[in-house]
């Protein structure tokens, strides 16, 4: 039986329940002032990408919308707790799905393709990682992905609150530098 079916998931040396982790979630949104409702509640999303160490690689997420033309997402970032290496291909004809990331709380750290920044400032987890890059995101502040760009990002030491305004949304094309990686 698979983590997600047991509504179990490891973070570190723990499992946590999904319980556990939605009412993180919500303490989290509640940091950064976003209001949601019992029902929106309901459906944050647990992504751990099958590789059941939450803690280090993972995000958690509430869709509030996506639609053929566009998507607007919450995302929480547990303390350094990273989205693995992924890019948005082209999918149907599409060009693949552009994204803004916005900061609303605690700070990011993301990775896309370009000069290497040295030194960074994110620690990435055990994995597949080519894009080193950094753009660094404070509460306010905004970047824009476009498709088919391969990138990552981390939370810093005290996790973050992230919007992602983008085009429509197909998270199983995604394509991870990681081959472990299912999403």
Not at 25 to 41: C, F, K, L, S, W
Not at 46 to 67: M, P, Q, S, W
């Amino acid at each position: 039986m698979s983590s997600m079916e047991q509504n179990l998931f490891r973070s570190g040396e723990q499992c946590l329940t999904r319980a556990e982790i939605t009412q993180r979630t919500a303490d989290y949104y509640q940091r950064a002032g976003i209001v949601i409702t019992p029902e929106e509640r309901s459906r944050i999303e647990i992504a751990d990408f099958g590789l059941n160490d939450l803690e280090r690689t993972g995000l958690e997420l509430l869709t509030y919308v996506n639609t053929q033309r566009c998507c607007a997402k919450e995302m929480v970032l547990f303390p350094h707790q990273t989205c693995p290496e992924h890019r948005h291909p082209p999918v149907d004809g599409q060009p693949g799905k552009e994204e803004t990331f916005r900061c609303r709380w605690g700070t990011v750290y993301l990775y896309v393709e370009g000069e290497e920044s040295q030194p960074i400032q994110a620690t990435p987890p055990q994995g597949v990682y080519t894009v080193f890059h950094e753009v660094v995101l404070k509460a306010g502040e905004q970047y824009t992905i476009y498709p088919n760009t391969r990138h990552w990002f981390q939370a810093g030491e005290e996790g973050a609150v992230v919007s992602e305004f983008s085009t429509h949304s197909s998270d199983e094309n995604d394509v991870f530098t990681d081959s472990r990686i299912i999403r």
